[in-house]
């Protein structure tokens, strides 16, 4: 099992140094071939060609995964073109000094059949009348301009097109002057609730501790939900040259300091009611609790938005 696992992986790691996705409707069917002499075979032979196999799955499932993704692209018609949107705002907006910029999860393009990525980046400019109050899981219908995504790709740099295709993110664009509707102030959804919340917890961050009292506010607050607009530029060139930039970032052992300090604590507390120690041992209840502050940590700290972005877009 160890050796098919890796065997995958490393499929997996080939696909992404292949300068073209092979077909893996094929490469699956090979991974199957190779799958029916180890019913049969004993020995060596028989693990190295389930290896193989293991490899050709890996790669399949990767090429599936980039056509499916590349597939999710703008429609060559459509770039440069003014296009009515239907969709939710997604993720944490990010005010600038010129607007706002949000992702936005496309439901449906009104008056276009297809051509429109499911997930854009956009910039909403202000105007006369500012930018609107932008929050996670809003339904909004308005017209914008889109293009594919493209960025400079210098050896050693901020790979601006990789980070958006690792986001799902397959056009970007800005929110045209004119009329634009706000359906729904928020729909329930699963992600919707998620990204609410994180607001939630940003805005209080803001509201409690202001920025020009709390300089280190932005820090709690990229801790907290992962958002790093707030930390200042001044403190990123402290943590660059420190290099303890990659703190700032969701890391397991940020994930696994909270589990293990709710874990304790839970434990800590279980174990001072009889009742409850003796219906379920407080090692159980310490490590569920801690898979579950775990996973809501990871959650609430999805789809964290990086320096080098910023510095590049703003």
């Avoid at 090979?30 to 193989?52: D, F, I, M, Q, S």
């Avoid at 692209?73 to 009515?84: I, K, M, R, S």
């Avoid at 998620?194 to 009292?213: K, Q, S, T, Y």
């Amino acid at each position: 099992m160890r050796v098919a696992i890796i065997a995958f992986a490393l499929g997996v790691l080939c696909l992404q140094m292949q300068a073209v996705v092979p077909s893996p409707p094929l490469l699956f069917l090979v991974a199957l071939l190779l799958c029916l002499p180890h019913l049969r075979w004993r020995g060596w032979l028989a693990g190295a060609t389930l290896a193989l196999a293991c490899f050709l799955f890996g790669m399949a499932w990767a090429g599936w995964r980039a056509e499916w993704r590349l597939a999710d692209a703008l429609d060559n018609d459509l770039a440069g073109h003014d296009v009515e949107l239907v969709g939710l705002v997604s993720g944490l907006p990010q005010d600038f000094e010129r607007g706002v910029r949000f992702e936005f999860a496309v439901e449906r393009p009104a008056g276009v059949a297809a051509g429109v990525p499911s997930r854009l980046l956009l910039t909403w400019y202000a105007g006369r009348d500012g930018v609107p109050a932008l929050a996670p899981g809003q339904r909004w219908q308005f017209t914008a301009r889109l293009k594919r995504p493209h960025g400079s790709a210098n050896p050693g740099g901020f790979d601006y097109e990789a980070w958006l295709l690792e986001r799902g993110i397959r056009a970007t664009g800005y929110v045209r002057p004119g009329p634009a509707k706000l359906l729904d102030d928020f729909v329930w959804r699963p992600a919707s609730v998620i990204h609410g919340l994180r607001a939630w917890v940003r805005d209080n961050f803001r509201r409690r501790l202001p920025l020009a009292e709390y300089p280190w506010q932005g820090i709690l607050t990229a801790l907290a939900v992962g958002d790093q607009q707030a930390v200042d530029s001044d403190l990123w060139t402290v943590f660059n040259r420190s290099g303890v930039t990659h703190l700032m970032s969701i890391s397991g052992l940020h994930v696994t300091l909270v589990a293990g300090l709710v874990g304790a604590l839970v434990s800590l507390l279980w174990r001072r009611v009889p009742a409850l120690a003796l219906r379920c041992p407080a090692q159980r209840v310490a490590v569920l609790a801690g898979v579950v502050t775990a996973v809501a940590y990871a959650l609430l700290r999805s789809e964290e938005h990086t320096s080098e972005l910023q510095s590049l877009t703003n």
